[in-house]
């Protein structure tokens, strides 16, 4: 039997264990394709969003762009007041390989890019973010995966050994960002591929 080199299971939630993208909200609100794809990336942007993961209140951001874009409003609005329309629902396949971790004993953390205010709206409606036995969301931190001082943060308040803490995220850079301080972490592509990862470090899944 392999023996286990990781003590403790870290996971990125969107992506990897929840099924979100603004193209669910937005199938609705603009049918046509192209309209749609022009709105999600020349108004509400990656880094427009992206700000809200690193702390900025969603009503600010609303008000500013709505400031820049007012023929939108309505639609900029949306993406704040509908947001949980952005989540389709959650990987069932790696909630089983959590709910495997969790009764083989094995701590469980989550380290997101979330705004802090949709994290809790996130929550309340999947309740199994609530199981976790420790969280960093970057909203609450105001720092965002990649940068170092993140995965510090969780190193450092839950007392984890980096080279024994496991790490998956479907985003390349945030999987490097992991490995810079220490953390032993491989890009998520599958919960089968997950299991593979687990199991080659020891864990029975």
Known sequence: ????TIDTVVFD?????????????YADLI????????????????????????????????????????????????????????????????????????????????LTNFSAEKWEVAKEAFPILTEFDGEVVSGV???????????????ERFGLTAERTFYTDDVQHNVDGARVVGI???LFTSAASLREHLRARGLSV
Request: aromatic residues 12%.
């Open 141 to 155: 931190e105001q720092t965002t995966k990649p940068d170092e001082k993140i995965y510090r943060i969780l190193l």
């Open 31 to 110: 049918p046509d394709e192209q309209q749609r794809t022009w709105f999600l990336t020349e108004v509400t942007t990656r880094e427009w969003n992206h700000q809200q993961d690193a702390g900025r209140p969603w009503a600010e951001a609303v008000v500013e762009l709505t400031a820049l874009h007012p023929e939108h409003a309505e639609w900029i609005e949306a993406y704040d007041t509908q947001w949980l329309k952005t989540i389709k629902g959650l990987f069932e396949d790696t909630v089983a390989v959590f709910n495997d971790m969790r009764a083989l004993g094995i701590p469980t953390y989550a």
């Open 184 to 186: 032993d972490a491989e």
């Open 1 to 4: 039997m392999t023996e286990r």
């Open 13 to 25: 939630i969107g992506g990897v264990l929840m099924d979100w993208s603004p193209d669910y909200l």
